[in-house]
């Protein structure tokens, strides 16, 4: 039965992967829901590391590219999502360091200018805060803000 079961979620886990760059976790985690014995789990997950379907450095470097791309995610935020996924700091270190430096400083300021045209009132006291924590949750390092919003004022 097992050797079955194995088969069985290998060809499921395969095509699972193939529809979409999935890491360790992403694939433990569809195994699970699906009732798969934890002994299974880890060889399906070891074959499919081996065949290439799982490689926790390319889901790295695709994560930390989509997210800052598409979904307009500092480092501390991206950061945060890969060590929940069960990436290591090791391995994200690398595709963390190439986001191009102008073009993260440039995410900041868009992103400070569209939320300002937003922000009501006349205190600017709450207007920084409002923006601040914006940038904040947006995950973008504080100095970085800061230097940005200085330049802004």
Known sequence: MQNEDFEKYLIKSQAY???AE???SDVRTYLF????????VEKIIDSLKEDKFVDNDRYARAFVSDAFKFNKWGRLKIRQALLAKGISDKIMAEPLSEIDESAYMSLIESLLKSKLKSV?????YKIK??????AYSRGFEPELVEKVWAKLR
Do not use: I, L, M, Y
Not at 33 to 40: E, L, N, R, T, Y
Not at 120 to 124: A, F, I, L, M, P
């Open 33 to 40: 829901k699906q009732h798969v014995d934890a002994d299974v």
């Open 17 to 19: 992967c193939s529809r």
């Open 129 to 134: 805060a409002s923006v601040f924590r914006f």
């Open 22 to 24: 999935k890491c360790e």
């Open 120 to 124: 009501r009132g006349d205190d600017e």
